[in-house]
């Protein structure tokens, strides 16, 4: 087995730039009824704003971002085999500590993330101290995110996703791992706790923690636990979030699961539809976040001249609603330790006995007061201390690799 | 009470059409799965091939298009004024049959639509004979549709539509009205019968005929007959086809009617974006319709050249339904005769004992072999058939507005 490791620099062609600049001069917008607010979508102040930054200031910049990019995360590719889908040429950011046995760490993003999503808790993560342990750490670019390439083939679903994450990490020397993911990359560590655990994957971290609703007959005495005793003051303010998310926030994936392709001719054509679809999500999505229009637009270039294209990336709701219609809901239990952190304004925010009841090897848990769905971006601090409790001197997850304290 | 017309003829400017071919030189593609047929949304060689037609042919030859429009539908646009939204300056098409006492009847579209679904459907309807009732007919263009102003406020629901449409009516001399609505023009044209019936309009019919789901307290035997007895193999195809719709086809439906703002920067900015989005409907809700490419790429046009923006006229979903589709089948009683014609590709195929509890005045049922959702554009003499069928000389609604027989 060959290695193919090569190392990647974002370097965005001056066609692609002069492309991109030609159809942000050209766009059109549409109007807005008085008083919108954000009730009917990001907001069209917010959009014509950043709109005119790209233009005007940020896009003729743009070799700025990248070098900073570039300097802040060291990239790779190396080519994967996929069982039934070929050799795919993945993108990853790879940053070993100075602690030789620090503890390797995979780290998932999800949709509309990045490996960008890896920028702020990096140095945290891979830091040197007595008092916290140090990682090395891996950020895949997920196949059609960012500049991995994507499938060509129907059917890449979360069994797909998990085996590549799991044969990068091998690839790279790290046969015992633990992981982090929110979104998609909360499903697809699930998956590798389940495929690949407890053998390679030791131990796993969620900032979007998931549960089984209550249900007569699947779980009679959670919904007869959940009937007679109240919610807490936070638990029902979770499951108005939840709900808000489930009624207000999930056309995006209703679309994005049935008809991406058409969906797709949009993202790929017009950079301020790619921007309205992702800024909303960026906005609703996190806890007052104060986005500067450069992270913005940085967030955004990357999936603008994504390699596979910005319609690539919204296939895995299709292929994940469609093989596993359950998808995030079910089959949550895995034979490894998992920690949860817990982030007000994440999307999904269950009653904590839910939670428990559908993860039996919950070992560490953490309640944050403020923070959103992009915890890593939001609350780089927060997320690393809880990754630092966890997997620390004295923490349930210590020494989990073998060898790799992190000290 | 009624003023003169003020003739219109849709006359894109020069400006339009030149920012039109511009954008369309700069349309970038996305990729597409290997054999997604049109499981995954519009297949890619269809939009590509569409696309290019558009810029190399239908484009330069607009003006032509333009002129057989304004040649075949006489236009025209009026004020109206709307309880809390002031005025709308609506356009409509507006053609009197030679027969001075022609049925008047309004024929309102609803989305993908547009005023352009009479086209084939008004000279049989105008069209004098001893054999079948003539009709006076007016198609109004929605407010936020074709060449119609949009509200510039909020809250511009199901009422303001009807209100709209029944002061067109008025404002032309049409005191008694019948009228013919699909889609949309379902749901406004059933809120026209309960508000302006029977004072002003006398009987309605619908291609898109609607009923929920038997409920227990509400029709115990209806209920009771859901479970009991078998549904024939017809109605199973057309139950199989409504959840099709609601599993697969409700994507556009869940965006438009939860972040409509989000969705309308990419059909503003982008052609092939709107392109997309458009042909996925004209295919799907279709009975395989053979859609020349002059025919979509003039239906998506009236959307990309349309007064208020192609972004406005998705508003509607918001505002009247708001997220769930079942506000579409709930309160359904009018107070006059209603007819109803069933296609069997239509979205929403109800058993037909659900459509008669539901619909207590229904007088008229017509059934057919073929045909889909644009019953007006796809089988235009089978739907102006119905309605000589229902209004003519021993139909159930012959004579319902009074001295205007049609003959």
């Not at chain 2, 009516?169 to 749901?187: F, H, I, R």
């Not at chain 2, 209004?391 to 609604?397: I, N, Q, V």
Request: glycine content about 8%; aromatic content about 12%; overall charge negative.
């Amino acid at each position: 087995m060959s290695d193919t490791e090569a190392p990647f620099r974002i370097s965005i062609s001056d066609n692609e730039l002069e492309s991109l600049k030609q159809k942000l001069a050209l766009t059109r917008f549409p109007d807005e009824l008085e008083d919108a607010g954000r009730d009917y979508g990001a907001p069209l102040a917010d959009i014509q704003r950043l709109t005119n930054y790209w233009k005007d200031t940020y896009l003729s910049k743009w070799k700025e971002h990248e070098a900073k990019l570039n300097e802040d995360l060291p990239q790779f590719t190396r080519d994967i085999e996929v069982d039934g889908f070929g050799t795919l040429n993945i993108h990853y950011v790879h940053k070993k500590s100075t602690v030789v046995d620090a503890v390797p760490l995979l780290f998932v993003h999800g949709w509309p993330g990045s490996f960008l999503e890896a920028r702020k808790i990096l140095p945290l993560l891979v830091e040197n101290s007595p008092e916290h342990p140090s990682f090395h750490v891996v950020a895949v670019s997920l196949p059609g995110y960012g500049f991995s390439e994507a499938p060509k083939k129907k059917g890449f679903g979360s069994t797909q996703y998990a085996e590549v994450g799991h044969k990068l990490m091998l690839a790279l020397g790290y046969n015992e791992y633990v992981t982090q993911g929110g979104d998609w990359g909360a499903l697809i560590t699930r998956r590798i706790a389940q495929l690949y655990g407890p053998k390679h994957s030791k131990a796993w971290h969620t900032n979007m923690p998931l549960g089984e609703a209550p249900h007569p007959t699947r779980r009679p005495w959670l919904l007869l636990t959940y009937l007679l005793f109240k919610l807490s003051p936070k638990e029902k303010a979770g499951l108005e979030r939840t709900q808000w998310f489930q009624e207000k926030g999930i056309g995006y994936f209703k679309e994005q699961s049935t008809q991406p392709q058409t969906l797709g001719y949009s993202l790929a054509d017009s950079p301020v539809g790619l921007l309205g679809w992702i800024y909303e999500k960026l906005v609703n999505w996190t806890d007052e976040y104060p986005w500067t229009d450069d992270e913005v637009l940085t967030w955004i270039s990357i999936y603008w001249f994504s390699r596979a294209g910005p319609a690539a990336s919204v296939r895995i709701y299709y292929e994940v609603n469609n093989l596993t219609p359950e998808g995030f809901a079910r089959n949550i239990e895995t034979p490894i330790p998992v920690g949860h952190s817990y982030f007000p304004k994440e999307l999904a925010i269950l009653p904590r006995s839910w939670i428990k009841a559908a993860n039996p090897t919950l070992v560490f848990e953490s309640e944050h007061e403020g923070g959103g769905h992009f915890a890593a971006y939001e609350r780089p601090e927060a997320l690393v201390g809880d990754l630092r409790k966890m997997f620390g001197k004295g923490g349930p997850a210590f020494g989990v690799v073998p060898g790799k304290t992190g000290f | 009470m009624s003023d003169a017309e003020t003739p219109f003829s849709i006359a894109v400017p020069d400006d339009q059409l030149e920012l039109l071919k511009q954008k369309l030189e700069l349309t970038r593609f996305p990729d597409e799965l290997e054999d997604a047929g049109r499981d995954y949304g519009a297949p890619l060689a269809d939009i590509q091939r569409l696309t290019k037609y558009w810029k190399d042919v239908h484009l330069p030859k607009w003006r032509e298009h333009e002129a057989k429009l304004n040649e075949e539908l006489p236009q025209f646009t009026r004020d109206i004024e709307v309880d809390g939204f002031g005025t709308l300056n609506i356009h409509y098409v507006h053609q009197k049959s030679t027969v001075v006492d022609a049925v008047p009847l309004l024929f309102v579209h609803g989305w993908p639509g547009s005023f352009v679904e009479v086209r084939k459907i008004l000279p049989l309807l105008v069209e004098a004979s001893p054999d079948h009732p003539s009709f006076h007919v007016v198609a109004i263009g929605l407010p936020s549709y074709g060449f119609s102003q949009g509200p510039s406020k909020k809250g511009f629901k199901c009422e303001q539509y009807a209100e709209v449409s029944n002061k067109l009516m008025l404002s032309l001399g049409y005191n008694e009205y019948v009228t013919q609505g699909g889609d949309w023009g379902a749901l406004i044209t059933k809120r026209i019968a309960q508000l302006y019936g029977p004072k002003h309009s006398k009987a309605w019919h619908t291609n898109m005929p609607l009923a929920g789901p038997p409920q227990l307290t509400q029709s115990p035997l209806l209920f009771l007959s859901h479970h009991l007895f078998k549904y024939s193999p017809k109605e199973r195809a057309g139950i199989d086809r409504t959840n099709w719709f609601e599993e697969k086809g409700s994507g556009y439906f869940k965006e438009q009617s939860t972040q409509p703002q989000t969705l309308g920067y990419s059909l503003a900015d982008s052609p092939v974006g709107l392109l997309g989005w458009i042909y996925e409907k004209l295919v799907n809700w279709t009975d395989e319709y053979p859609w020349t490419e002059d025919e979509v790429l003039t239906w998506v046009s009236i959307y990309w050249f349309s007064r208020a923006g192609p972004a406005a006229s998705i508003r509607i979903y918001y505002e009247i339904l708001q997220g769930s589709l079942q506000g579409v089948s709930q309160n359904m009683a009018t107070p006059i005769p209603l007819g109803h014609s069933y296609f069997p590709k239509e979205i929403a195929i109800h058993p037909r004992r659900w459509l008669k509890a539901a619909n207590p005045t229904l007088i008229f049922e017509s059934e057919h072999e073929s045909g889909g959702h644009f019953a007006a554009y796809e089988r235009p003499e089978a739907l102006v058939g119905d309605l000589r069928k229902m209004f003519g000389r021993g139909g159930p609604a012959f004579g319902v507005v009074p001295g205007k027989t049609g003959f």
